[in-house]
């Protein structure tokens, strides 16, 4: 079975702030890539990142930064220094490429809600 | 460039009507995906489709679910006899090829009364 577990429904912090959003996933493949997407409130969903299982260095990008660990199935988001226009829902997202398949869908997690404060 | 567009962005209707949603993927994508989410959750997915190959439907929720693609061009979504249920954003992907990261529109708001 293939899952991903956002356990974060909602975060609230102040501007400023350092926030990690947590995403756990499950699959038997061996290949696969690993996605976090941004929706803010407009609705459009924005790629932020792809990580191929293959590369677990750890990626960084102005504020945002990304630490892929396969050992505890986990492909956690951080945000450093917060500030309002943050604010969205964030999504986490697993495709396994399984050979011979016809399978190419993104599975996602559920979100989380971030709210960034003045 | 421009992205994926999807219309109409909102859409009411009454139960048991049938609705078309339009998807226009970016130019020269040749992967195009359609998925649902409902209120509070995440997307689900429905199809996609590539090239000339058969589409992949094993995300449709029921046989009132239905796709097309000509080519690697628009891509219609229709919901026959609507239920309330089905009320949800509907969001368009597409991909330069297979295994590409996907881009999303801004989806098709659908609200079936």
């Known amino acids: 079975a293939q899952k991903v577990t956002q356990a974060q429904t909602e975060i609230s912090v102040v501007e400023k702030e350092d926030v990690t959003l947590d995403c756990v996933y499950e699959?038997?493949?061996?290949?696969?890539?690993l996605f976090w997407y941004k929706q803010p409130p407009s609705g459009e969903l924005v790629f932020l990142i792809r990580?191929?299982?293959?590369?677990?260095q750890n990626e960084i990008s102005g504020r945002y930064s990304w630490n892929f660990q396969k050992s505890t199935s986990s492909f956690n988001f951080t945000i450093t220094a917060s500030q309002v226009v943050d604010s969205a829902v964030y999504f986490c997202?697993?495709?396994?490429?399984?050979?011979?398949?016809?399978?190419?869908?993104?599975?996602f997690g559920t979100g989380t809600l971030l709210a960034v404060q003045p | 460039g421009a992205g994926v567009s999807q219309s109409p962005s909102n859409k009411v209707t009454e139960k048991g009507k049938d609705v078309e949603l339009r998807c226009d993927p970016i130019?020269?994508?040749?992967?195009l995906y359609w998925y649902r989410q409902r209120l509070g959750q995440g997307l689900e997915f429905l199809i996609y489709?590539?090239?000339?190959?058969?589409?992949?439907k094993s995300g449709l929720p029921s046989d009132r679910f239905s796709a097309e693609r000509t080519g690697e061009s628009v891509s219609t979504l229709t919901i026959q006899r609507t239920q309330q249920e089905d009320s949800a954003v509907y969001l368009c992907?597409?991909?330069?090829?297979?295994?590409?990261?996907?881009?999303f529109g801004p989806g098709t708001r659908l609200t079936v009364l």
């Open positions: 992907a597409s991909s330069p090829g297979l295994w590409d990261t996907q881009y």
């Open positions: 699959t038997r493949d061996t290949t696969y890539y």
């Open positions: 990580r191929n299982s293959f590369d677990e």
């Open positions: 997202a697993l495709r396994s490429l399984v050979y011979g398949g016809a399978t190419n869908k993104l599975i």
């Open positions: 130019s020269g994508h040749t992967a």
């Open positions: 489709f590539q090239g000339n190959s058969a589409p992949d």
